[in-house]
């Protein structure tokens, strides 16, 4: 089992969905290794963490059991040699319970942006590569005396392109929520990603890196959270015994007021996508 850092991307827009048919095309070369694990994994009852990038000879996560992404801030990369059988869960953080994404995410959906309490709220983070250079807007701040936060931007379907023309970075996911005005509520974590690359693929169960939802105000005043950005799936095999599994890569849900005065709701995160495709 090994872990080295790999970029990964594509994109197609998603929201909670069947995994998608598989697309043919000239894969691009990091969608093609299969890497060279000499041991299987299984995962046949509870609950599994694994984290980061990992080889194996066959993967499988039976009904009824769930793979977790426990490492947070980061991707689950799955490369197999043989056959990589998802009958049960695959869950990214937050959605899995783990740590979602916390910092400014890559190519998944936009952070919700805080409500105002007395205060402005806090805009939601975009997602980006490059410092400084925004790839999906977060959603706007909620004005000072309630204003509600705005949602985030989606995934574009054509941003894909520069993902995989230009891999520079271990992948990153949704962004996160902003926080509620005059120090209301926190924001959802963004989504993290989930990347399987195996010599064949039968999935029947179910991938979830939806955003985390934004924390409800708990005081008058105080601006609710921001949904955290959906964050990204991609299936890349050889062959597909099955792919009429289920994938969700929303964003997460704005906090609510909860009753409380002087206060807005926080904004909706922006949805994540996903991609199957076979190696060519």
Known sequence: MLRPKAVIACALFCFSMRAQAQTTFLTPPWLKWLGNGANPYSCTSGTCNLTDELWFSSFNVSLGATVVNAGGNGPLIIRSTGACTIAGSVMGGPSGGAEGITGQGDFGGGGGGGGGGTA????????????????????????????AGGTALSTAAGQYRMFMSNPGSWPGGGAPGGQG???????????????????????????NVSGGNGSNSTANGTGAGGGGGGGYVVLAAVTFTA??????????????????????????????????????
């Open 120 to 147: 402005a709220g806090i805009a939601g983070k975009t997602t980006e590569v490059i410092p400084g250079i925004p790839i999906v807007n977060g959603g706007f701040g909620g004005s000072a005396s309630g204003g």
């Open 181 to 207: 005005g005059s120090g209301g509520a926190q924001g959802g974590e963004g989504g993290t990603p989930v990347i399987f690359v195996c010599n064949s693929i039968n999935f029947t169960g179910t991938i």
């Open 243 to 280: 792919n009429s599994g289920s994938i969700n890569t929303s964003g997460g849900v704005g906090g609510s007021c909860a009753g409380h005065t002087t206060c807005g709701a926080g904004g909706n995160g922006g949805n994540g996508w996903t991609m199957s495709m076979t190696i060519q």
